[in-house]
């Protein structure tokens, strides 16, 4: 069940409940544990049998996103939704980046092995977590294991920084404007020159030629009007 609060907490409140509450350590050290069993059989299952029908009766081009994947018993059926996916022209599948979920990388290495022409990547990665030349080696090693098929959407990343005690510098559009550039730069082979941006540097050349699939999509993830018209310049 779900608890509907308004006004909503605060960033504080929320940080020091996933910090502090007992309710939480409980649900992450034993009932997810104890209960992953039947909530596959249950309701992770019938979840992904639910997406096979209705992609097949819409018979259309559409994106799943999974959103909250917990502690990945979803991703561990993402390979065979993905496989069925494709088969029923599903374009795309986002899996989560939250910061106690499974690798949003990692855990599509299987997916890129198993499908042909799906799309996939981690929703939404900050460069405050990882710094932006990691996420470029990152994506684009999954994008050659795909041959071209890796995407990923760049963000501020609040709750990941919230949870982690990260420092958010004051021109976070710029931190992110700069995370962007420099994935550009890496999947576009152009970052033999040293990259030095206010709050990102990458202070040697770096050689992608290893990099030989089709360039990876890269996304921008806002929902602010500052952040968004930086997205649609750059």
């Not at 940080?15 to 939480?24: E, H, I, L, Q, W």
């Not at 995407?151 to 990343?157: E, N, R, T």
């Not at 931190?175 to 550009?184: F, K, P, T």
Request: glycine share 8%; with cysteine.
């Amino acid at each position: 069940s779900s608890l509907f609060v308004n006004p909503r907490p605060t960033s504080a409140d929320l940080s020091a409940y996933y910090r502090d509450s007992g309710a939480v350590e409980h649900w992450a050290q034993v009932f997810y544990k104890d209960t992953e069993g039947a909530r596959r059989v249950r309701i992770v299952k019938p979840r992904a049998k639910m997406i096979e029908k209705w992609a097949k009766q819409m018979n259309v081009d559409r994106t799943f996103c999974d959103v909250g994947s917990g502690f990945g018993v979803l991703l561990e059926e993402i390979k065979e939704l993905g496989i069925v996916a494709e088969n029923y022209g599903i374009r795309a599948l986002w899996t989560s980046n939250y910061f106690s979920h499974w690798d949003g990388f990692l855990s599509l290495v299987p997916l890129a092995q198993s499908t042909k022409q799906l799309k996939f990547g981690p929703l939404a990665v900050s460069p405050l977590e990882m710094h932006p030349l990691k996420i470029a080696n990152a994506l684009l090693t999954l994008n050659e294991i795909s041959n071209g098929r890796a995407q990923i959407a760049l963000g501020a990343g609040e709750g990941n920084i919230t949870a982690m005690g990260l420092k958010v510098p004051k021109k976070i559009v710029l931190a992110v404007r700069e995370s962007i550039e420099i994935v550009l730069a890496a999947c576009k082979n152009q970052l033999n020159d040293p990259y030095q941006g206010e709050i990102f540097s990458v202070n040697f050349p770096c050689d992608y030629t290893w990099a030989k699939s089709n360039r990876p999509i890269v996304y921008g993830t806002a929902y602010k009007h500052m952040m968004m018209r930086m997205e649609g310049r750059v």
